[in-house]
């Protein structure tokens, strides 16, 4: 065979017709052009349908995912309502995209020519019909004449060319529907998030400064440090809390002063009855031994326990139990003080049973007289006896109360002075060791007064926030605090703007430290030797002044802290220095701190401090402060208090 | 395949009846042909047919089967029946190509002497090359020029071949010892390679009562020399639409393992693919299937079912390929599917 252009073929293969003649030709015959048509209408259906549905699985798999984030919250109603909406648009969206997609006259031509057998008949009289009438061969007009023909004969049913079938898809989106119509049917239960109450904080808190704030902690902290009781520790706790809620501003005036009660109620309740109960039956032992002391042995026993010296009586019982061990202790000297302790023993015993006695009656006589109102009417004067009786009888039963209490307090050491009487005569040695027992219980007491010193201590911190605490936002109200702000600046040495005088030397006598308030006069420059804290405190053994006392706190300084040496004769040499103020050099509070610890000898601040506290408190007790400044002092020294940093 | 269009075809070209009644005249012809073979062949329709479209469409079969199946009997019994000249050529190893074309002669004639070419075999319209593949190459390739040209060279002189000229070759798959192999220029040649298949057993009833009774059938010639040209000019005329063309492309492409379209089968296990004679001898005939079927235009089928004769001989299968004993045929199947399914 030669090659194709080498033969004289009278015909070639048609030329390829351009895809828009494939699809816009003139339609090769009627019949075969309605078949086409139809055809092509049949694609248009088939993917239009197979489209929606093979698209519906995914808009039923979305629809289920927002009906299942609305049921759990995650979604609102409304941005729900718009996902389902947007679901519905996916089948949408595939039977357009399947109806518009085109489908070309030859596709559909062969669609039909597979389904009845043709033989390409119309497809290549779709492509013959293309081509230009006058570039046509015979073969192609007799091939869309054949294929008009078979057209015509044949039923060219587009349903049997292209028969629907139901897509995979299908079924998923039927189980997804299923899906969302359950999932919409079930009410999940959801979980709802409230906003969180805000803590509401007290309209009006009361509000403390803040030096006042970090001296009660302290005093707050250096209690539960020393606390060595678990009473002790509670209290300390309890102030502790107490400071920080004032100080978080978490309580206003009314709770906070209600709170202050309820603590200061709680460190009394009980307290100062077991102090008084444990004080009055030590006396009561020291009467009891002192009835028979005609023994120097045991009259310092006495003395020191009337006394309610619990220390030194225990001292005194280990000084006895030291004789009974070394047998110092005469024959004579054992009797009595066996004596002298069955005697206390008796005594007590004799007590108990008077005042059970006395109850006794007193509550049979009450039960009568209750019987007889019961059965009678009382006259008057019944009544008023039966009243009587039942206030004797509470009375008594206070007593008894009070009895039962010592008794308790002293429980430890009267079984130990028991036992000491009864080993007297037969084992010195086992009596002395009872007389240690007892010894040790009496320091166990001393122990307890320690902390009720404690408590008292905290007791007079709370009594101080008390007073605080009104002049924080009592009557003064803002007046008062600006007051006592400036009072503070001017306690660490601070430049108050009018009403400051220079401090002047004072000493009138060392040791002695006396306050007086500050005059309304300008800011003049310090005068003489040392000022402010620097005069009048007597310790450099300066002179007396000469000059009156200031009206307040100096607001200058000696740059060499100390002041001249005050002469022998105790005459003061009076040297005016001006002060300068040019914006350098340490502030006030260093310069006071410094003098405190550099100024005064070799004194730790602290110290001075301490002293000048004690000593200031000594005045106060005294009396020699009217009450309405005490407060003042405190806080005073409260205020140039030493801190752990310095 | 040659391509002398007859000129008394041409001459009356004007005349040439319409489309339907030329067409139908082609199938009356074809079918009074296959009716006087079947007198005497019995079955091998397919085999019929596809001689006698590779003899419409001018070009050449290779025949494929074992001895005794009638190849000789068919291409005899075709002859008569075309009124063509036949000649019958046994391939030995021996065979030199002058026994083919002819020789030149001293020849005394009225006293004087002359070289006269003395014509061979090959000066028939039909040529029986018998088991072909015992020849030599240089007898084998003797048959190129007239298969191809259409005529012969012996010395300085061209003799050309009447048309129409058909070689129909057979070679026996068994016996391989001994034999040269067809080179692929020559295989490339033949329009078709059909395989003659084994008679079923209805067919060998009928062998046996035609062949060992005292009836003799009859072939008569029922078509002219000029007719076949007549119809292989019309063949010519049929025009094929551009799918189906493409169609036919993609088959050829598909055969080559760097082709598009082709399957995993083709880049394993062939060597090359087919040339372009391939999809020209597809096409071929598919218009005269499509005439012979009463249709004016072929189609995808007439490719598909032309395809694997006209394409078997043209695919080399690689070492893999004969290794594991794969048939061209079984390729060229997976070769249709494959572009069958792409055109879907």
Partial sequence: MSKANDSPTPSVAPPKPSPEALSTSLPPSPAADEAIAKMRSRVRLVRALRGGLELSMFGAGFAVVAMTLVKVGRVSDRAGRWMLLAALLFPLVGVLVGALRGISRLSAAQLLDRAFALKDRLSNAVEFSAVPTGERTRFMDAAIEDADQKARENKLDPKKALAFKWPAEAGYAGVLLAVLGVVGAVELRTRVFLPAPVAAGPRDPLELADDDIDAFREVARQNEERADTPEARQAAERFRQFVDQIANRRLDREEAFRRLQELQQEMEAGRESDREALREALRQLGRDLQSEQNDPATRELSNALQNADAQRAAEQMRELARQMRENRMTQQQRQNLQNAMQNAQQRRERESQQMQQQLQQMRQEIERMLRQQRERNLSQNEQRMLRQRQRDLERLERQQQQQQQRRRQLERLERAMSRAMQNLQRDLQQAAQNMEEGAQDLNRMQQQQLTEQQIAELRQQLEELRQRMRQQNGQGGQQQRQRLQRFAQRARGGVQPGGMQPGQGQGQRPGLMRLQRGGSGGNQPGQGQGQGQGQGQGQQNGGQGQQPGGQGYGTEHDDNHRGAASAA???????????????????????????????????????????????????????????????????????IRPRDEQ | ?????????????????????????????????????????????????????????????????VPGLGKTMLVRTL??????????????????????????????????????????????????????????PKTQSALLEAMQEGSVTVGKQTYKLEQPFFVLATQNPLEMEGTYPLPEAQLDRFFFKLHVDFPDREELHAILDRTTGTDNAEVRPVMTRQRILELRWLAREVSVARHVQDFAIRVLQATHPDGPGRPEMVKQFVRFGSSPRGVQSILMASKIRALMDGRFAPSEDDVKATAIPALRHRVNMNFEGEAEGIRSDKVLEKVLETVQKASK
Avoid: C
Wanted: glycine share 8%; hydrophobic share 40%.
């Fill in chain 2, 79 to 136: 002859a008569r029946a075309l009124d063509l000249t036949f000649s019958r050529v046994q391939f030995t190893p021996d065979l030199m190509p002058a026994d083919i074309l002819g020789t030149t002669v001293l020849v005394e004639e009225g006293g004087q002497k002359r070289f006269d070419f003395q014509r061979g075999p090959v000066f028939a319209h039909m040529i029986l090359a018998d088991e072909i593949n015992r020849a030599t």
């Fill in chain 2, 1 to 65: 395949m040659t391509q002398s269009a007859p000129s008394a075809a041409q001459a009356n070209k004007s005349a040439t009846p319409p489309p339907k009644e030329a067409m139908d005249a082609f199938r009356r012809d074809i079918d009074a042909v296959k009716k006087e073979v079947g007198k005497v062949i019995v079955g091998n329709d397919e085999i019929v047919d596809g001689v006698l479209i590779a003899m419409i469409a001018g070009g050449h079969v290779l025949l494929e089967g």
């Fill in chain 1, 569 to 639: 004769a105790g005459r003061t040499q009076q040297v005016n220095v001006n002060g300068q103020q040019n914006g350098q050099g340490p502030t006030r509070s260093q310069v006071i701190r410094t003098a405190a610890q550099e100024g005064f000898t070799t004194a730790a601040y602290r110290q001075v401090h301490q002293e000048y506290w004690d000593h200031a408190r000594e005045v106060i007790h005294a009396g020699d402060v009217p009450p309405g400044y005490r407060s003042y002092v405190r806080r005073y020294f409260q205020l």
